[in-house]
């Protein structure tokens, strides 16, 4: 039970290996879990770190205020006071856990800090106020905005299902608890429980204090302003290692963006970048040679032990080169590893591939004057699933979550409101690397609507390789973007139905090829649930306290002419 400078004692785990003798580097993880991240497996077992823990490195693992067997209160994802030294907050335990270490442990003086999402915050906050003896910090799958991109909300939309449990998971009590559902298949569940003002009036009694906030801040405020990492975040102080998942059902905004901005104030070339093929943490596993059914070719796992040991061993061994790339980058599709000296790679050019007739993709803008479109309804009371049934509970053994992402989208194709557009099959291979924007020109009759984009790799009609996965859909990048924001995030504005606007918003940065003989497909619909929570369709001022009868069907139209040319902006890169 270590004491903070409050006196508030931690619950603290510290491993030391029993045959080395010699001062050792310290790593820390901090968490709010009583699972691996508070380290109830030894290192040595533990395949995350266990190449580490061979090479003779102290482990020290803290739970955080208020959770497990920690003392003091529990306040989820609290912002940073950047400015204000006299504020106790997750850096100043962090500064007095290391103080502690230093005087108790037979350490080199240098201590490393890495975490796997909220782990990774707390990572991330260290660097930002850190200790002398810090040197060192790998923040992997962290927030970087809760409200625009990570965790509780996408472009404003709510993400309900992960938001419900979680929110309940972390709060109901001091340890980790799970909502006792009487369905095993949530879709109905979700769907039954009807708007989100039934949350508190049948279940939560305003008794978790997270859901409370979701429901006062529906709008990006100074609450999620504050909270959000990305906004604190900005000279690296200590070399800092980012890990991000192309897949990562949880994460995927966050690296990406605190990498890029931190790099904007990078004056001791301290900001580095990992991305690789993989959910939210996957490449802590033992082996990551696939997910879902995407074949990775090779344990990409091993790949990155080796190079998150090779950072630590460095930085607090002084062992190796120190020569380390600006972003190391697994390339989906052709499956290798590619080194950046700048990401977004500069080489790659913005290229425009635009919805035609036919439901037809191609890199030629329409020609035709007329008022052409493609139209669906949207009904909230039969919205589209973002997963086959069944919809578990989101961390449980038997559940889908971490895989979501590679789920074949033809189990959606043949529904009437999602709108497909695909290529001609590909004669040469397209690599796309940076950050994929779709432009929606579209109307709507209602006064708000959710739009859903995904860019999708269509396999073979016989693939060779596995005929299983022959036409498979594959998503190569997707979100969601609530209309009401489009013109601020900070005002939302009803929409006027009928009238043809552009919606533009960002699908994260991927690295992928388009193999030849491949297809490029866009999907877009207006519902995903129940990750997402279901718009009304009519604007009403907090959707969190709507009205059954708030809910109504409202048509699309997507438009394809020279007016109003919807496509999606892939920065394409030439290879040799």
């Known amino acids: 039970m270590v004491p903070m400078r409050d006196g508030i004692k931690l619950f603290t785990r510290i491993y030391v290996p029993d045959s080395i003798s010699e001062p050792l580097p310290v790593i820390i993880m901090r968490s709010p879990y009583v699972d691996w991240n508070i380290g109830v497996l030894n290192p040595a077992k533990d395949p995350y ?9 102290i482990f020290v693992y803290q739970n955080i205020r208020g959770k497990q067997k920690s003392e003091g209160e529990f306040f989820m994802e609290a912002p940073l006071e950047k400015y204000n030294i006299s504020v106790i907050d997750e850096a100043t335990d962090n500064y007095d856990l290391i103080e502690w270490l230093l005087a108790n442990l037979n350490t080199n003086g240098k201590v490393g800090q890495l975490g796997i999402s909220y782990p990774g915050e707390l990572a991330l906050i260290s660097a930002i106020k850190p200790h002398p003896a810090l040197k060192a910090v790998s923040p992997q799958g962290t927030v970087a905005d809760f409200f625009l991109g990570d965790d509780y909300f996408h472009n404003g939309a709510f993400r309900l299902s992960f938001g419900f449990e979680y929110s309940y998971g972390e709060e109901a009590t001091k340890g980790d608890t799970v909502f006792n559902f009487n369905k095993y298949d949530l879709f109905d569940w979700y769907l039954e429980l009807g708007p989100l003002s039934n949350v508190n009036k049948k279940y939560f009694k305003k008794q978790i204090p997270t859901w409370n906030d979701f429901t006062i801040h529906p709008n990006y405020d100074d609450y999620w302003s504050k909270k959000a990492p990305v906004n604190y975040s900005d000279t690296p102080f200590i070399p800092i290692l980012h890990v991000g998942g192309y897949w990562d059902q949880e994460n995927r905004s966050g690296p990406q963006e605190l990498y890029e901005k931190m790099e904007k104030y990078d004056i001791h070339n301290y900001n580095f970048l990992v991305l690789g093929p993989w959910y939210h943490g996957q490449w802590a596993d033992t082996n990551a040679s696939t997910i ?6 090779r344990n990409t796992a091993d790949d990155f032990k080796q190079i998150q040991k090779d950072w630590f061993d460095f930085w607090l061994k002084g062992k190796g080169s120190g020569k380390f790339t600006e972003a190391e980058c697994f390339q989906t599709g052709s499956n290798v590893w590619k080194k950046y000296d700048s990401w977004p790679y500069k080489e790659a050019v913005a290229t425009k591939l635009f919805v035609n007739e036919n439901k037809k993709l191609t890199f030629e803008k329409p020609n035709t004057n007329k008022n052409v479109f493609d139209s669906y309804i949207s009904d909230p009371d039969n919205p589209i699933l973002y997963r086959n049934r069944p919809i ?10 971490e895989t979501w992402l590679l789920e074949d989208q033809r189990f959606v194709e043949h529904r009437p409101d999602v709108l497909s557009y695909s290529t001609d099959t590909l004669d040469e291979d397209i690599t796309v690397t940076g950050e994929v924007i779709p432009h929606l020109f579209a109307s709507i009759s209602g006064s708000d609507i959710d739009w859903v984009v995904k860019l999708i790799d269509v396999y073979p009609d016989m693939y060779k390789k596995k ?7 594959l998503i190569i990048a997707a979100d969601i973007f609530r209309g009401r924001f489009n013109k601020s995030f900070i005002t939302p504005e009803a929409i006027i139905p009928g009238r043809v606007e552009e919606y533009k918003f960002s699908l994260k940065q991927i690295n992928h090829v388009f193999k030849k003989g491949h297809k490029i497909m866009v999907q877009i619909q207006s519902s995903w649930f129940p990750i997402f929570d279901r718009n009304p369709q009519q ?13 109504i069907k409202s048509t699309q139209n997507i438009y394809h002419n020279k ?14």
């Open 563 to 576: 007016e109003y040319a919807t496509y999606i902006e892939l920065p394409i890169v030439k290879e040799n």
């Open 539 to 551: 604007y009403v001022p907090n959707i969190f306290f709507a009205k059954q009868s708030d809910f």
């Open 292 to 297: 879902g059914d995407y074949n990775m070719e």
């Open 392 to 401: 578990q509970i989101t961390y449980s053994d038997s559940s889908d979550w």
């Open 49 to 57: 770190i266990a190449n580490m823990a061979k090479d003779g490195y």
């Open 467 to 473: 005929l299983s996965l022959s036409q498979y859909e």
